[in-house]
């Protein structure tokens, strides 16, 4: 079992940056693709971005490339998620989750945490 943790959000304004951490605890994550996942209110959970194991390859959405920023610290059991840019629309509740498949599809991923809420103001 993994068990993850979110931190880092928070309220910020438009233009502002946030640094996201993502703790795992129970098994190691170095085994595991990690995603960011994010759900606004009265809409469904969509992907933010994903990394493989070793933090070879990242994909993104389109709506937060070239502004966000996925990273991780398997020695540190960490995956981390810089915003800049911000915008009023990225406000939600944003999921880190474990999977073994590098996906844009939450479905594929094992396990999640329990979310940290952003919150964009304009």
């Known amino acids: 079992q993994v068990q993850l943790v979110e931190s880092g959000g928070g309220l910020v304004q438009a233009g502002g940056s946030l640094r996201l951490s993502c703790a795992a605890s129970?098994?190691?994550?170095?085994?595991?693709?990690m995603g960011w996942f994010r759900q606004a209110p009265g809409k469904e959970r969509e992907f933010v971005a994903v990394?493989?194991?070793?933090?070879?390859?990242?994909y993104y959405a389109d709506s937060v490339k070239g502004r966000f920023t996925i990273s991780r610290d398997n020695a540190k059991n960490t995956v981390y998620l810089q915003m800049n840019s911000l915008k009023p629309e990225d406000t939600a509740v944003y999921y880190c989750a474990a999977g073994m498949d590098y996906s844009s599809w939450a479905s594929r991923y094992d396990y999640w945490g329990q979310g940290t809420q952003v919150t964009v103001s304009s």
């Open positions: 129970g098994r190691t994550i170095r085994n595991y693709a």
């Open positions: 990394i493989t194991w070793n933090g070879g390859s990242t």
